[in-house]
């Protein structure tokens, strides 16, 4: 390849999706979506579930047919270059997908194979594999014997044994504890850091946060796209008053009560453990009216405060507009 040609190939993105549809039957489950990822970026997919994220997934990775519109992966037409993109991409699946009976090594040599690496590469490979995932003397554990979060990133180190170019993950941390989805995610910055492009689709905010742009996904469609300040700019209607009640689930019910009959004009009133969020433009002009109606109610607000709106703030805005 040519120094220009180089260029001009690191000059396109390396996702594409061009008015990318999946109808089954009368059922639209991705309808027009158009979005593009960049080279070395993470690109977080979030959405509840049945809004099409794992459809569309499974569209760019050529496993279904889309109704409508294409999808370019690394400059190809997945339509017409599936066999040619497909050891250049991995997939971490969001149900665990290795073998339980086997080990780690056995695993690992199970998928190399797969991938048609030589016996000289898969020995390092999997060497490398296992230092970049911590996996170093777990060799001969039997997956089933593994934590949940060292089989996460068991499967993500099948995912890159052939060094893939795009990296998609759909929901890889699910009912993983949080000390290791930090570990995962530290994993997947390496990734980046190498060169490698993630798509990963989440519903953890937190892991959200740690993307270099997202996009919400709501029945099928595309509502927000761009970094995570340029959503929180766009996407949220109103001002987060955080309350620290004495009774969290019980002043969400009176403040969501007060919200139906007109008395309060709040947008949102959402439960965030112990703490209460209630969104309206210029919510600070209602707290002295939020205070009186859960003081009827015999609950005390607690510390009270402006806040700058989380992304969990601005999804659930943007779910609900």
Known sequence: MTVLEDDMSSAQPAIQTTNLTKRFGDFVAVN????????????????????????????????????SGAVEVLGMKVDDDTR????RVGYMSQRFSLYDDLTVIQNLNFYGAAYGLSSADLKTRIAEALTLAGLGGREDARTKELPGGWRQRLALSAAILHRPEVLFLDEPTAGVDPLSRRAFWDLLYRLVAEGITVFVTTHYMDEAEHCHRLAFIQHGAIIACGTSAE???????????????????????????????????????ELYGALVHAVAPNISKHQHAIERELHRAGILAGRVSVIEPSLEDVFISAMKK
């Open 32 to 67: 027009r979506v158009n979005f593009e990822v960049q080279h070395g970026e993470i690109f977080g997919f979030l959405g509840p579930n049945g809004s099409g994220k794992t459809t569309t997934i499974r569209m760019m990775l050529g496993l279904m047919q889309p109704t």
């Open 84 to 87: 040619s993109i497909r050891p």
């Open 231 to 269: 959503i929180k700019s766009t996407m949220m209607r109103g001002e987060v008053l955080e309350l620290e009640p004495s009774d969290a689930p019980g002043a969400v019910g009176i403040l969501r009560a007060a919200q139906a009959k007109g008395i309060i004009p709040l947008l949102e009133v």
